[in-house]
């Protein structure tokens, strides 16, 4: 790959200088003392896995010196990929945005016309239709055939159900002393005992002298990034253990379960440290 080939690319330009010269990405990694994982994140380019910006330049300085490729470049192409990055970003929310709010009122308003249109079909089928129209009222009975149907009133009390006739008084409801207190109410005033915390044996507490960049994974958790500042602390608790990645090793103090925990390394350099 020539030299002005992909300007705009740091990650195929490193990785391009790195074959060349037959240098292994583990090799990298061991003189850089940068992870593997993250070498291979920035050679494809992966800008939203990265750090914070401040520690990927110092990260793709470290990578030039050992290929002996041009670090201002890259770091110049990284700059420009992630204004690129996060124009979009921006961009992307906007438009998930716009979506959120376009199609509750689109609904809305297309509800609103099928319920015009259906009040306007109803009131052009009242007006129409004369089956709506009212009914004539029947032609009141004379009071001689009203009369003669009507229904003895002997025969209508001996055809009455004896409920009707004598109606049954309701019994009285129940005095205080008869009331009874429901066991739920006992089993709801007992009290409710609190779980028990799960076994947490290892704690590792971090303190920065300087300012730094953490990548932690505790136990088989998801990756936590950190940025402290001199006096920052941090406890962690594990059941299993911890894997560290730190962008400046002379910076930060830790000891795990009370017990230093030994860096061994120089301000500005990074580590990776796996405990216990």
């Known amino acids: 790959m020539g030299e002005n080939d992909h300007p705009k690319s740091f990650g195929r330009y490193l990785r391009s200088v790195r074959s060349e010269k037959g240098i292994s990405l583990e090799q990298v990694s061991w003189e850089t003392q940068i992870g593997v994982d993250t070498l291979q994140q920035i050679e494809s380019e992966d800008i939203a896995g990265l750090p914070a910006e401040v520690f990927v330049k110092g990260f793709i300085r470290a990578y030039a ?9 890259a770091v110049q192409s990284y700059a420009g990929s992630l204004g690129v990055h996060q124009r979009s970003a921006r961009s992307e929310a906007d438009l998930n945005l716009y979506s959120k709010r376009f199609w509750p009122h689109l609904l809305m308003s297309m509800g609103l016309i099928v319920g015009l249109m259906a009040l306007s079909i109803f009131a052009m089928s009242l007006f129409r239709d004369p089956s709506m129209k009212k009914p004539a009222a029947p032609e009141t009975q004379t009071a ?6 009507s229904t ?29 207190t429901p066991p739920l109410a006992e089993a709801m005033a007992a009290p409710v005992p609190e779980p028990a915390e799960a076994s947490q044996p290892y704690l590792l507490n971090i303190r920065a002298n300087e300012e730094t960049w953490l990548k932690v994974i ?16 941090l406890a962690l608790r594990a059941v299993q253990g911890y894997s560290l990645l730190i962008g400046n090793a002379g910076g930060v103090e830790m000891d795990l379960n009370g017990e230093p925990v030994s860096l061994r390394g120089k301000s500005g350099q990074v580590r990776t440290i796996e405990l216990p």
């Open 65 to 73: 010196k050992v290929v002996g490729a041009d670090g201002d470049r």
């Open 144 to 149: 001689e055939t009203a009369i003669g149907e």
């Open 152 to 180: 003895p009133a002997s025969d209508t009390q001996a055809s009455e159900p004896e409920s009707m006739q004598s109606p049954v008084e309701p019994s009285p409801a129940p005095g205080p002393s008869e009331a009874v």
């Open 218 to 233: 505790v136990d088989d958790n998801a990756p936590s990034e950190y940025i402290l500042g001199p006096g920052d602390r």
